[in-house]
């Protein structure tokens, strides 16, 4: 597997950023991330996925 390009690490880690942050908001009611969590792992590498325990 090729490394990701910078431009594919930024999409990445703003999805991520995103997903994390709806968590933060969203305590009581997770479901309300499911798009967002989409978009992190269809961002992401599932290596990168796993790392945080999202693969």
Not at 16 to 28: F, H, S, V
């Amino acid at each position: 597997m090729a490394a990701p390009s910078m431009k594919e690490r930024q999409a990445c880690w703003g999805a991520r950023d995103e997903y994390w942050k709806c968590l933060d908001e969203n305590t009581e009611d997770a479901s309300r991330c499911k798009k967002l969590r989409s978009s992190f792992e269809s961002s992401c590498p599932q290596q990168w996925r796993s790392s945080v325990g999202l693969a």
